[in-house]
């Protein structure tokens, strides 16, 4: 057999990105090398996503670009259009010879023993576990940021969406795992964690300690070392008031939340069946909001599900003037086959949803102008992640989750590295999407030992 190279590219959530990151650490195990080409590589995976159409087309259009490499190359799908389309991509893709869903990715080793073998027809497709894929092989492609997945799955069943079949039902890890885990990374240099799940916050500890979510927070946002702790993504209907309660109490919790409200009209969330209502989910809002921390809020919205009128529609963008979110994410619905929605008669013209998104888009980037220009003159720490090689800017986050850019003309002279440092930076300018500053103080970078294994 050729040497053993693996490329592997990510579509979707973070969960993707980080279930990415753990198959990366068990294939590194057998030996396989990574590679960022598909020509260098001899087996070639994509780890996808099928949230809306467009995600799960593109995993099509570029196996298409191999159909005629069979043979010498071995061909994967993982994630959820693996799961969702099963065999049929055998059909689609018969250069394909591995279909994996994320619910059977602690079974990668033995698919992966019958691929080698050259079985042509490996799947990898029960949804039917209890165990989460929870790995010590994990290759972390950002050095100062690490995840940890702590649910997985979703029982919510929201008339739109394919999670609850693609990931199955919700399971959550130990806590004592996980604040394992957040103590094996602050060792290793990491200085913020992300606490990932479908729904983060419908999280149960199943082992005798019982934490409940806003626990496990605190939790890992006092371990030693740890000075940003994030979570994504949280459902409305588990928001409880003891999450704001551990953030305002504990300094290493960002002050960020994400909070999918998908629509503004009760009407419309009751067919989604989200849960809440308009008025509860503002509720929520408003426990937020009367924190004594800044926490900056985002969220999920979907235009044009099937039914949705004008008048709804209208109650959406009164929502985003009502909360002022810092950011938005926001989608045309897409059917997906399998979902109670997919069948409803109602359907949005596509030419409206288009319509209804830009009108969207346009009042949140002219709320987010405004609410950026009052932060001008305020200081900020930020955690450098990058840097503009034109501008020769550092990128820096806040913990707002704002992207704040500044110049450091003596760092740059001095040949110094500001990844991964926290700064204090005076905010001097502001676009819709982000801001710029002014060094105040810098801390050192922290050393880590950047790509590893963790073991
Ligand atoms: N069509 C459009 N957007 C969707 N989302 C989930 N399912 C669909 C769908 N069928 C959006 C929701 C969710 C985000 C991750 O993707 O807003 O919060
Ligand atoms: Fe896409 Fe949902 Fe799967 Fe994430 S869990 S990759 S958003 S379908």
Redesign the pocket.
């Known amino acids: 057999m050729a040497e053993k190279t693996f490329y592997l590219e990510t579509f979707g959530?973070q969960m993707n990105v980080h279930d990415s990151e753990k198959v990366a650490g068990t294939l590194a195990a057998r030996g396989y090398r990574q590679v960022h080409s598909t020509e260098e590589a001899r087996l070639v995976l994509y780890n996808t996503c099928s949230?809306?159409d467009k995600a799960e087309q593109k995993v099509f259009s570029r196996l298409a670009n191999f159909k005629k490499q069979r043979g010498d190359k071995i061909f994967g799908v993982l994630g959820c259009v693996a799961q969702h389309q099963g065999e049929e991509i055998f059909a689609q893709a018969p250069h394909v010879s591995l279909v994996c869903g994320s619910a059977s990715y602690n079974q990668l080793p033995d698919l992966m023993d019958r691929v080698e073998a050259g079985e042509s027809r490996v799947t990898g497709l029960s949804l039917d576990t209890d165990e989460t894929f929870d790995t010590p092989l994990v290759e972390r492609d950002n050095p100062h940021r690490a995840y940890i997945t702590i649910i997985e799955g979703c029982d919510k069943h929201c008339t739109?969406?394919?999670v609850p079949f693609t990931r199955g039902p919700e399971r959550s890890r130990a806590s004592a795992g996980i604040l394992e885990e957040a103590r094996r990374l602050a060792a290793a240099g990491y200085t913020e964690i992300q606490l990932l799940g479908q729904t983060v916050n419908s999280y149960r500890d199943p082992s005798p300690a019982g934490l409940r979510f806003a626990q496990l927070l605190d939790a890992v946002g006092r371990v030693a070392g740890i000075r940003r702790v994030r979570f994504t993504?949280s459902h409305p209907r588990d928001f409880t008031a003891d999450i704001i309660e551990a953030i305002d109490g504990n300094p290493a919790l960002c002050n960020q939340v994400h909070l999918?409200v998908?629509s503004g009209s009760t009407r419309l969330l009751d067919r989604m069946e989200r849960n809440y209502t308009r008025e509860e989910y503002l509720g929520r809002i408003r426990t937020i909001k009367a924190s004594p921390r800044k926490i900056a809020i985002s969220t999920?919205?979907?235009v044009g599900f099937p039914g949705e009128t004008r008048e709804d529609f209208e109650q959406t963008l009164s929502l985003l003037d009502e909360v002022e979110y810092d950011s938005i994410?926001s989608?045309?619905?897409?059917?997906?086959a399998g979902t109670p929605a997919a069948e409803y008669a109602d359907a949005v013209p596509e030419e409206e949803q288009s319509w209804r998104l830009s009108i969207l888009q346009e009042k949140q980037r002219r709320i987010q102008v405004r609410r950026h220009e009052q932060l001008i003159g305020l200081e900020e720490e930020v955690l450098v992640e990058g840097r503009r090689e034109k501008s020769g800017q550092w990128i820096g986050r806040t913990s707002q989750n704002r992207v704040l850019n500044f110049a450091d003309p003596g760092s740059l002279a001095a040949g110094e590295n500001l990844l991964g440092a926290f700064c204090r930076v005076r905010v001097t300018g502001s676009g819709p999407n982000s801001l710029v500053g002014e060094l105040l103080a810098k801390e050192p970078a922290r050393a880590t030992h950047g790509f590893r294994i963790l073991q």
């Open positions: 959530c949230i809306r739109y969406c394919v993504t999918p998908q999920d919205v979907i994410f989608f045309k619905y897409s059917p997906r």
